[in-house]
């Protein structure tokens, strides 16, 4: 935990959605697993087997976790920068994690898409006036 | 292959913008419930914790997780009325309904390059799932 204090905030950022995004791959295997295959929020007995399934448990714990950290980087940036940064960070986990688990293929456009939202990511962590904790090493540009 | 019918596309589509625009709210709410705190750092956050954690669980966190709820379920029902290749892009002009936001009621700048930057994530999303 100390190093969300030296590391710049727009990383934790990206750490914050890198770590949402492991919610949507794992609750899609819960799912699968309950058999769920037209799931309605209404449905009680489809919630009772989804919390009693340990993919769905710990896709939502990580998420959770994903979340506060997520607070703390809203706490410290523009809230207009943190929130493009962890949704184009968490597409990333889903991507990898939706192959490596579900088996979803990784194509063309997939990977053309995760490298223009890894550019845009450096390109706002870069150019964003946000104050940083080392002034000395970055006083340099912006 | 099933036919999806056209007044389905319309209608999620609204449904996914509307979405997008209270995810916006709620970050806006998020970041606001944030601000009693200041800058959480870890280190000095522990040393009055549960100070610290009163002080952010006020009205504002609250309204914030509400909205993200509802919102998540509006998302939801988008999802299940048409494919996700048109619904999750969609999705991501939450990133520019929270600028607008952040921008009229924080007084958050952004300059032409955090724009481009935003603008470029977009463009990934949008790209990701052709």
Same mark, same amino acid.
Not at chain 1, 2 to 19: Q, S
Not at chain 1, 21 to 37: Q, R
Not at chain 2, 49 to 66: H, S
Not at chain 2, 94 to 106: G, H, W
């Given at each position: 935990?100390?190093?969300?204090?030296?590391?710049?905030?727009?990383?934790?950022?990206? *750490?914050? @959605?890198? /770590?949402?995004?492991? @919610?949507?791959?794992?609750?899609?295997?819960?799912?699968?697993?309950?058999?769920?295959?037209?799931?309605?929020?209404?449905?009680?007995? @489809?919630?009772?087997?989804?919390?009693?399934?340990?993919?769905?448990? *710990?896709?939502?714990?990580?998420?959770?976790?994903?979340?506060?950290?997520?607070?703390?980087?809203?706490?410290?940036?523009?809230?207009?920068?943190?929130?493009? *940064?962890?949704?184009?960070?968490?597409?990333?986990?889903?991507?990898?994690?939706?192959?490596?688990?579900?088996?979803?293929?990784?194509?063309?456009?997939?990977?053309?898409?995760?490298?223009?939202?890894?550019? @845009?990511?450096?390109? /706002?962590?870069?150019?964003?006036?946000?104050?940083?904790?080392?002034?000395?090493?970055?006083?340099?540009?912006? | 292959?099933?036919?999806?019918?056209?007044?389905?596309?319309?209608?999620?589509?609204?449904?996914?913008?509307?979405?997008?625009?209270?995810?916006?709210?709620?970050?806006?709410?998020?970041?606001?419930?944030?601000?009693?705190?200041?800058?959480?750092?870890?280190?000095?956050?522990?040393?009055?914790?549960?100070?610290?954690?009163?002080?952010?669980?006020?009205?504002?966190?609250?309204?914030?997780?509400?909205?993200?709820?509802?919102?998540?379920?509006?998302?939801?029902?988008?999802?299940?009325?048409?494919?996700?290749?048109?619904?999750?892009?969609?999705?991501?002009?939450?990133?520019?309904?929270?600028?607008?936001?952040?921008?009229?009621?924080?007084?958050?700048?952004?300059?032409?390059?955090?724009?481009?930057?935003?603008?470029?994530?977009?463009?990934?999303?949008?790209?990701?799932?052709?």
């Amino acid at each position: 935990m100390r190093l969300i204090n030296t590391v710049k905030n727009e990383a934790v950022a990206a *750490l914050a @959605g890198g /770590l949402i995004g492991f @919610g949507d791959p794992l609750i899609k295997i819960s799912m699968e697993a309950a058999g769920l295959n037209n799931f309605l929020f209404y449905d009680i007995i @489809g919630w009772f087997s989804l919390l009693l399934n340990w993919h769905f448990l *710990l896709g939502m714990s990580l998420a959770f976790v994903g979340s506060i950290v997520y607070v703390i980087a809203l706490s410290k940036g523009k809230a207009s920068i943190i929130n493009p *940064l962890s949704g184009g960070a968490s597409y990333i986990t889903i991507v990898v994690l939706s192959n490596i688990l579900l088996g979803e293929s990784v194509t063309v456009p997939k990977t053309i898409g995760i490298f223009i939202i890894i550019l @845009g990511i450096y390109l /706002l962590s870069h150019f964003s006036n946000n104050k940083q904790l080392n002034n000395e090493v970055r006083g340099e540009h912006s | 292959m099933f036919q999806i019918p056209l007044e389905n596309l319309l209608v999620s589509i609204l449904l996914a913008t509307l979405a997008s625009a209270i995810f916006g709210v709620a970050t806006l709410l998020f970041k606001k419930a944030t601000m009693p705190v200041g800058e959480i750092k870890v280190q000095e956050f522990k040393k009055d914790f549960k100070g610290n954690v009163k002080k952010l669980l006020n009205k504002d966190m609250a309204l914030a997780i509400i909205l993200q709820l509802s919102a998540w379920l509006i998302f939801l029902m988008a999802l299940s009325r048409y494919q996700v290749s048109v619904i999750v892009p969609v999705l991501s002009t939450t990133y520019i309904f929270t600028a607008f936001y952040c921008n009229r009621f924080l007084k958050e700048k952004l300059s032409w390059r955090e724009i481009l930057g935003i603008l470029i994530i977009i463009v990934g999303v949008i790209i990701l799932t052709l």
